[in-house]
């Protein structure tokens, strides 16, 4: 797994000596003959904000609702601060979810369907009423509290829908598509409020989305799935920079992939042979024997136009522009190379529009320097 | 699709005409003085009052309303447990035969259901020595086996279209699945349960075939009563009553209506 | 792990004590109409001969007795019985859909707020009693009755037409009974119809009607099948309706069912006939069944 170097503060999942809050072993899950959760294992730490990401079908949602305990795992086991959860019935779980469907109760007010937790606890009524009060309050919700749910907006019912959930105080906070049912500007709004709940309260959120953006602006770390299997774990900024997997790389964002074979190290770097018939030289870590078949992954931001053609022409593509979509800051540029790829490269709009020295079925070198992108063995 | 066509709208009106103006018929003629149909001989509330002191009449229509008051509590238990479980337990051993054994009870032909119901009741009779005698307990278990089906169809599509995600989280908040059931559940669903109360009170009180069949002396019901008068022809009693009976779920729709519109 | 133990009792209470009512209730019961028909009518009490009697000491004696369904054979009063209440299902049946599909269509087209009051009014009649709505009809088709005399006032007929104890009484009753079974599934399945399938076949050239043959018609066949087996099936075994209505010589199988069971004490014989008739209606049963179930399967 590779992280970032240069992170000054040591977090959680990288001390060795923190012990995980839950911790998920082998865990697998069948329907029928279908595997939704594969063989997983994952540790989530206390007080991170925890993503599964991943395509619809992947077994995100399985994964969640395992940890609820809404669904019983065909193997494998749960531990949730240290205790074996995986026979506990979803009722005696330390753990509330929030559903995507927010799963209000219909025929209760605002007010009773935070209570209806509490209520199960059997805690002395003016602690329900303090907790009530409190949640009330966390959410800005006060004045919704004697509505029934047919009678709020979706942004309220979302409100009251983790209202409902954090009322217990749950150290672990499960949340299916949090923001899925938003429109999307109160989703943007939603995201960091969200964040700054979780911040607030230091409770552990794991949220199932398939939304990267919404992905990577929140969580500490994400995991990537596909197929009932995680692909990927960790920071938002390391999935991106450096996925490890073609799927990752592709998944998130877009990269161009340009596939080579590894014809010499050089310290720290190797020097690859492209498909497209040049040399690429590129930072890699990892220890390739000479000849293994390579793909480089670089994100079009990272690509610039070559303002001085000649040198040693490693690292370098020539091809025509072959489309451009405008997207107001940035323009994306397609340019296809004589050998009929296709590289993608964006541009910053400094210069407006009209004055732009690239245009349609012009010849363009473009080039990236040897940090800017990552060397996958598949 | 926005603009009505006449023949359609002429068909519509023609229908409820149809099912309609026999009943309405019916009401006016209750009002009658005179016997005949054909014949109006001014205003009268005499049937009416021969109604309420026909000794025999109101005896059956009291033993018949205890039937059918029985009969739905038990069928509305029965039936909603049916329905919980083909709703909530999936592909479980012989669901098949569940849903035979429920769909068969409403298309049955009611000459069967009695008679079968009959013989296995003198059978029980001989070899168990139960039921002693045939009568109201008898009836209404013959009501129940019927009711409970029709029960079943209503509550299973309430509890089809209502969202699982309820019950888990309520499940998640803390609750047993008792009180899941008793808290969240019930509540959702007891618009059907009513309604499947009052269909199953309406079909006992509206049998005559099965009854017939597994009553046995003593015990006549109100529809027995009905058929045993109407065979003779025409009865004025039998239009008051009639009257009543219509009065009675006008007044009972028009509480549901104004009950569900205030919700 | 108590929480599989209550999800065990649930089980066990939800799919056990419905299975077995209705296994003891409406089961069991068939096993005994096979028993029956299989015995000899006696003046007894019960009047049917047993089956099977423990003739001397570990010596069972079974008498099957078939002579039954003989007489049902070489009787032609009953194949007749059965054929006309076929036949007076069917029209029956044919006569509702004729009926119950354009009002359905009507009201699953009608305004949003419209159409439950429509629906409503369609479902009411079912919870006055059947009986006193087929008694209604008896005042209506009598030979003096208000059918009758309004017709001849009008001048339409000279003298009064003989409608009452008719095969088209039964017909009439039979509509007039059955005609909420018909619409209820056909409106249910109707108001499921995807509106936009309309536009687009109208969108592709296609007129409203042609439309509603090659897009609506196809797509209610559920509907319809259902619709026709919740008239038809309970209508063949009809009792009350050719009771009060029919001709006393044309014969529903019904009827005799009750005849022969009141009026002659004969159990064996009309178990015999309630076997014929359930054997009719198994056909129909599982179609109604089968389509019942891919239904469902389309829908989830």
């Not at chain 3, 119809?193 to 536009?199: G, R």
Request: glycine share 6%.
């Amino acid at each position: 797994m590779s992280s970032l170097p240069d992170r000054r503060l040591l977090e959680s999942w990288q001390d060795p000596k923190a012990a995980p809050y839950v911790r998920i072993e082998r865990l697998t899950k069948k329907f029928g003959d279908v595997y939704a959760v594969d063989d997983v294992s994952l540790n989530i730490f206390q007080g991170e904000f925890f993503s599964l990401l991943g395509s619809s079908g992947c077994g995100k949602s399985t994964l969640l609702r395992l940890l609820a305990g809404l669904e019983y795992p065909t193997s494998g086991r749960i531990h949730i601060d240290g205790v074996d959860v995986t026979d506990v019935p979803p009722y005696s779980r330390p753990v509330n979810m929030m559903f995507q469907s927010y799963a209000l109760f219909p025929h209760m007010t605002v007010e009773q369907n935070i209570d209806f937790g509490l209520r199960q606890d059997r805690l002395p009524r003016r602690e329900r009423a303090e907790r009530i009060g409190e949640m009330l309050d966390l959410l800005k919700i006060t004045p919704l509290r004697k509505r029934r749910p047919d009678q709020l907006s979706g942004g309220q019912r979302q409100r009251v829908a983790l209202a409902r959930s954090l009322a217990k105080h749950p150290k672990l906070l499960l949340l299916d598509e949090p923001l899925g049912a938003l429109d999307k500007r109160l989703r943007e709004n939603t995201q960091f409020e969200l964040v700054n709940l979780q911040e607030r309260l230091g409770t552990t959120f794991v949220t199932v989305t398939h939304d990267q953006e919404e992905a990577m602006t929140m969580s500490s770390r994400i995991a990537i799935m596909e197929a009932g299997q995680i692909m990927q774990i960790d920071t938002p900024t390391a999935i991106y920079e450096f996925p490890n997997c073609r799927f990752v790389a592709e998944f998130i964002g877009s990269v161009n992939l340009f596939e080579g074979k590894i014809v010499e190290r050089q310290g720290d770097q190797v020097l690859i042979e492209a498909q497209f018939g040049g040399l690429m030289r590129m930072r890699s870590f990892q220890p390739h024997a000479i000849g293994t078949p390579v793909m480089v992954a670089i994100r079009p931001e990272k690509m610039r136009l070559c303002e001085t053609p000649g040198g040693d022409g490693v690292n370098r593509l020539q091809g025509i522009v072959e489309d451009i979509a405008y997207l107001g800051d940035v323009s994306i540029y397609r340019i296809r190379t004589g050998s009929g790829l296709l590289a993608e490269m964006t541009l910053t709009n400094i210069q407006p529009r009209t004055e732009q020295a690239l245009t349609w079925e012009q010849e363009a070198v473009i080039e990236w320097s040897p940090t800017s992108g990552v060397v996958l063995t598949e | 699709m926005k603009r009505r066509s006449w023949p359609l709208l002429s068909i519509l009106v023609f229908g409820y005409a149809f099912l309609y103006v026999p009943i309405l018929l019916l009401i006016l003629y209750s009002f009658n003085e005179s016997r005949l149909v054909t014949v109006w001989s001014g205003f009268s509330l005499k049937w009416y009052g021969e109604l309420l002191h026909n000794r025999q009449l109101l005896d059956a229509a009291w033993l018949s309303v205890r039937i059918a008051a029985l009969n739905a509590s038990v069928a509305v238990v029965l039936g909603t447990l049916a329905a919980n479980a083909l709703v909530r337990h999936g592909r479980f051993r012989g669901r098949t035969g569940l849903e035979l054994l429920l769909t068969a009870p409403l298309v049955m032909p009611d000459v069967i259901i009695g008679l079968s119901l009959l013989l296995l009741f003198v059978t029980l009779q001989q070899t168990v020595g139960w039921p002693d005698g045939r009568g109201f307990s008898t009836i209404t278990i013959a009501h129940i086996t019927f009711s409970l089906a029709y029960v079943a169809v209503v509550v299973r599509s309430r509890l089809a279209r209502m969202d699982v995600s309820l019950e888990e989280a309520a499940m998640d908040l803390g609750a047993r699945p008792l009180t899941v059931y008793l808290r969240i559940t019930l509540p959702l669903i007891a618009p059907a349960l009513l309604s499947g109360w009052l269909l199953a009170f309406t079909l006992s009180l509206d049998d005559l075939v099965i009854a017939s069949f597994v009553s046995g002396p003593g015990a006549t019901t109100l529809p027995m009563v009905i058929y045993s008068s109407v065979r003779m022809g025409v009865s004025p009693q039998i239009n008051a009553l009639a009257t009543l009976v219509v009065a009675l779920v006008a007044v009972a729709v028009v509480i549901a209506g104004l009950s569900m519109r205030r919700r | 792990m108590s929480h599989r133990h209550s999800h065990r009792l649930s089980r066990l209470l939800n799919i056990g004590l419905p299975y077995f009512w209705l296994g003891l209730f409406f089961l069991l019961p068939f096993v005994m109409v096979l028993r029956i028909s299989l015995a000899e009518p006696t003046l007894a009490q019960p009047p049917y001969t047993a089956l099977w009697e423990w003739v001397e000491q570990g010596v069972l004696q079974i008498r099957l007795n078939l002579a039954n369904f003989q007489l049902l054979r070489e009787d032609d009063i009953y194949l007749a019985a059965l054929l006309n209440s076929l036949w007076v299902a069917l029209v029956g049946t044919v006569c509702c859909l004729l009926l119950g599909y354009p009002m359905a269509y009507a009201i699953a087209t009608a305004p949003e707020r419209r159409r439950i009051l429509l629906l409503m009014l369609i479902i009411l009649p079912f919870w006055t009693s059947f009986l006193i709505r087929v008694y209604a009809w008896i005042g209506l088709l009598n030979a003096n009755g208000l059918l009758n005399t309004f017709l001849l006032w009008l001048g339409v007929i000279d003298e009064p037409l003989k409608i009452l104890h008719t095969q088209m009484a039964v017909y009439i009753g039979v509509v007039y009974s059955y005609l909420p079974f018909m619409i209820l599934p056909l409106y249910a399945n109707l108001t499921r119809l995807d509106p936009t399938l309309l536009e687009a076949a109208a969108d592709l050239g296609c007129r409203p009607f042609r439309a509603f043959l090659r897009v609506t018609l196809p797509l209610s066949m559920p509907g319809i099948v259902a619709g026709s087996m919740l008239v038809f099936i309970p209508v063949v075994g009809e009792f009350v309706i050719p009771d009060l209505l029919g001709s006393p010589g044309s014969l529903m199988i019904g009827k005799l069912m009750w005849t022969e069971f009141f009026a002659n004490k004969d159990w064996p014989l009309a178990s015999a006939l309630a076997i014929v008739l359930l054997a009719v209606l198994v056909v129909p049963f599982v179609l109604m069944q089968r389509l019942q179930q891919d239904d469902e399967g389309t829908r989830t």
